[in-house]
């Protein structure tokens, strides 16, 4: 769909560019090929050298040029370009303000390979494994946790970034992660009940008790959180491409999913239930 868009352009807006595609303009070649009064004589010096630009980001593997010159809803667009040096990311925390909280875990998905990091065991190993990746796509990552992660790491996340709040927000889907994921058909089976404040409290049992049940319960929701990022960026994908001229060719087949490493402990996650509730009793 990159190739197919015109919108990162400056002075070209959602209405020209389907103009373009209207009049046989579907792709950056075919713009040289037309006829000519596709656009303003003004316009079109400045189309060709983006254009040109353009092309040179992609074979250059740089999705950060295209990041900056289109609006965060429109992100989508360049997955599939980017889509071998892409991870999911997500994070869990022991509270939502860096100044009192810490990370509790970290969880990345490339669509082959699942990470883990887990705080006072291989956390700073994440340093250097996100280098390896040129685009991080999250749910509401941009306003929580890159900024949570420089904070606390005192690293800079330069990476492009598609943050799917946004771009589910275009398609009418809005809230948290798991209610997006409700709304597209997603079944958390056994932690359909678990969300990011549980995980609190399964970070604060680890820590007292060291028992490996509850971490390993905490890891299973975090790593489920990236492997369901995969589904719902092919899902946005495809439903925005319903509306326009491309969905033959660009459609994207669903995902293989992996199979996930670590398994919730449910007799955990209830005994943790009932003394959160005694605790909120009191």
Request: proline share 5%; with cysteine; aromatic share 14%.
């Amino acid at each position: 769909m990159l190739k197919n868009t015109f919108l990162h352009i400056p002075g070209i807006g959602a209405e020209t560019e389907k103009k373009f595609w209207r009049r046989g303009i579907c792709d950056w070649d075919s713009f040289n090929t037309t006829d000519p009064g596709k656009v303003p004589a003004k316009k079109e010096a400045t189309v060709y050298e983006y254009l040109f630009t353009s092309k040179q980001h992609l074979q250059d593997g740089d999705p950060r040029f295209f990041a900056e010159l289109m609006p965060a809803g429109q992100h989508w667009r360049f997955f599939p370009e980017f889509r071998e040096s892409a991870v999911f990311l997500d994070i869990e925390t022991s509270g939502l303000d860096v100044c009192f909280g810490e990370i509790s875990t970290i969880a990345m998905y490339d669509g082959r390979s699942i990470f883990t990091y887990v705080n006072g065991e291989n956390l700073d190993e994440f340093k250097n494994d996100i280098k390896k990746y040129n685009l991080i796509i999250s749910y509401n990552g941009k306003s929580f946790d890159v900024p949570f992660i420089q904070d606390y790491m005192g690293i800079t996340l330069d990476h492009a970034h598609i943050d799917l709040r946004y771009v589910l927000a275009g398609l009418g889907f809005k809230g948290g992660l798991k209610r997006c994921e409700k709304a597209m058909g997603i079944d958390r089976g056994d932690l359909s009940g678990v969300d990011g404040y549980f995980a609190v409290h399964l970070w604060n049992e680890y820590k007292q008790t060291k028992d490996p049940k509850a971490l390993e319960t905490l890891l299973a929701y975090n790593v489920e959180d990236v492997v369901n990022l995969e589904i719902l960026m092919v899902e946005a994908y495809n439903q925005y491409l319903e509306n326009m001229p491309f969905l033959e060719t660009r459609r994207l087949p669903p995902p293989d999913l992996p199979e996930i490493p670590f398994v919730a402990d449910m007799p955990t996650v209830e005994r943790i239930r009932k003394k959160t509730e005694i605790y909120n009793f009191f």
